[in-house]
């Protein structure tokens, strides 16, 4: 039986989220209907296992969503009414995918939901940080203010998403070429040494047999070889994907040495960052600590905050809640304290973002100018010990003549 995710209106008034199984989405609103709720939107999940690249939800590019709210803002600040500026802007879309969100958008808009309900309906399309953060602006009557922060929140989180892409570029472009090297002298340069080492009547060094024996065996079974290279590529990202899977695959990536202290990082800031505009938008404690973790990419960081919810409804600090995860260093630990001591908890949590840039920044320095070195070092060794198997017997030969 399918699972549902139903955005509702309780009979107090309340805009709640609900999952539900049902036979089909018809029959789930009429139980919902029946329990005195009002249905909103009703939405199936994506099933838990499924295949890469096929099926799920297609995102809206970054780069689209944050000229789309830049453009929100300016329009509302100029005084056009909220359902005009939504039927102007989706209009100037270039993507379909994007127009089509927006024109459901605009239709809920038009009858009287509210523009945060009406985005957090289209399910995991769009991110609930925004969905709740304009819920937050529409509460207190700053959306252009929260429109503005979501948009910096935006920017400076691709700047850095850019920043760790472009380091680690040329790093991964070294081991492409390196693989593809050894496998050009596998596959084609050292089968035409085994007809001339037949001959040979003594028996040949171990390692040339080792190497003349593996490129015998990629030649004889390569279409074998990159079947089960791509079945197996094919099945991890599908277990990746699963609830268990990601959660152990992010856990993997934060213990790795250099790479796992960047993802660490990168997920607090995100945190940090997500946790600043919901309390400056004027989003309660609690309500701002849930959707801050959900904004976290790294599924196992995302659920060990989440650990912090319940201590923070027991009535304890955030800073404590989140020193009990292990997660935050200590002079992140003290900005959120001095931010709590003093009122300032939105403006030290930005501090405390652009604290870990300025780690994620040095870490990507060093990363580079060790991996780099490490990476030539390597594939050196590797292509200059299949060179010497192979031409060792040759020398050895010349030896003896000479």
């Known amino acids: 039986m399918p699972e549902y995710l139903c955005r509702l209106g309780a009979p107090d008034g309340v805009v709640v989220e609900r999952r539900r199984m049902a036979g089909s989405e018809q029959a789930a609103r009429r139980e919902l209907e029946g329990e005195g709720f009002h249905v909103f939107n009703v939405t199936r999940t994506r099933s838990g296992?499924?295949?890469?690249?096929?099926?799920?939800?297609?995102?809206?590019?970054?780069?689209?969503?944050?000229?789309?709210?830049t453009q929100l803002k300016t329009l509302l600040h100029a005084g056009l009414p909220l359902a005009q500026s939504l039927e102007?802007?989706?209009?100037?879309?270039?993507?379909?995918?994007?127009?089509?969100?927006?024109?459901?958008?605009?239709?809920?808009?038009?009858?009287?939901?509210?523009?945060?309900d009406a985005f957090l309906s289209l399910g995991d399309v769009f991110p609930r940080l925004y969905g709740n953060s304009l819920r937050a602006g529409e509460g207190s009557g700053e959306i252009e203010g929260v429109l503005e922060r979501y948009v910096e929140y935006q920017r400076m989180v691709e700047t850095v998403r850019k920043k760790i892409i472009a380091s680690l570029t040329y790093p991964a472009v070294l081991v492409v070429m390196s693989v593809g090297l050894i496998i050009l002298l596998v596959a084609k340069v050292i089968p035409s040494f085994s007809g001339f080492y037949v001959s040979f009547d003594s028996e040949l060094p171990l390692i040339t047999r080792f190497v003349l024996g593996?490129?015998?065996?990629?030649?004889?079974?390569?279409?074998?070889?990159?079947?089960?290279?791509?079945?197996?590529?094919?099945?991890?990202?599908?277990?990746?994907?699963?609830?268990?899977?990601?959660?152990?695959?992010?856990?993997?990536?934060?213990?790795?040495?250099?790479?796992?202290?960047?993802?660490?990082?990168?997920?607090?800031?995100?945190?940090?960052?997500?946790?600043?505009?919901?309390?400056?938008?004027?989003?309660?404690?609690?309500?701002?600590?849930?959707?801050?973790?959900?904004?976290?990419?790294?599924?196992?960081?995302?659920?060990?905050?989440?650990?912090?919810?319940?201590?923070?409804?027991?009535?304890?600090?955030?800073?404590?809640?989140?020193?009990?995860?292990?997660?935050?260093?200590?002079?992140?630990?003290?900005?959120?304290?001095?931010?709590?001591?003093?009122?300032?908890?939105?403006?030290?949590?930005?501090h405390t973002s652009d604290f870990f840039d300025e780690e994620i920044e040095f870490a990507l320095g060093r990363i580079v100018t060790i991996f780099e070195p490490m990476i030539l070092v390597f594939m050196g060794l590797v292509v200059g010990g299949l060179l010497l198997a192979v031409y060792y017997p040759l020398l050895s030969l010349v030896t003896k003549i000479g």
């Not at 995918?97 to 958008?105: G, N, P, Q, T």
């Not at 993997?252 to 995100?270: D, E, M, T, Y």
């Not at 020193?323 to 949590?349: F, K, N, P, Q, Y």
């Open 49 to 69: 296992f499924g295949l890469p690249f096929v099926g799920g939800r297609e995102k809206v590019p970054s780069q689209e969503f944050m000229m789309f709210n």
């Open 88 to 116: 102007l802007l989706k209009g100037q879309q270039t993507s379909p995918h994007f127009r089509s969100l927006l024109d459901k958008v605009h239709q809920q808009v038009t009858t009287g939901i509210a523009l945060s």
């Open 214 to 350: 593996l490129s015998e065996f990629v030649q004889g079974n390569w279409f074998w070889l990159v079947l089960g290279i791509a079945a197996g590529w094919v099945a991890f990202r599908a277990w990746s994907r699963t609830r268990k899977g990601r959660l152990l695959t992010n856990r993997w990536l934060i213990g790795l040495p250099l790479v796992g202290k960047l993802a660490h990082r990168f997920a607090l800031s995100q945190f940090s960052r997500s946790m600043a505009v919901l309390l400056s938008g004027g989003t309660p404690m609690v309500p701002a600590l849930e959707t801050a973790t959900t904004s976290v990419n790294n599924a196992w960081v995302s659920k060990v905050l989440h650990g912090c919810v319940n201590e923070v409804k027991e009535g304890r600090p955030l800073s404590d809640a989140v020193d009990d995860t292990g997660l935050a260093s200590e002079m992140a630990l003290a900005m959120i304290r001095v931010g709590e001591g003093t009122g300032a908890l939105a403006e030290m949590l930005n």
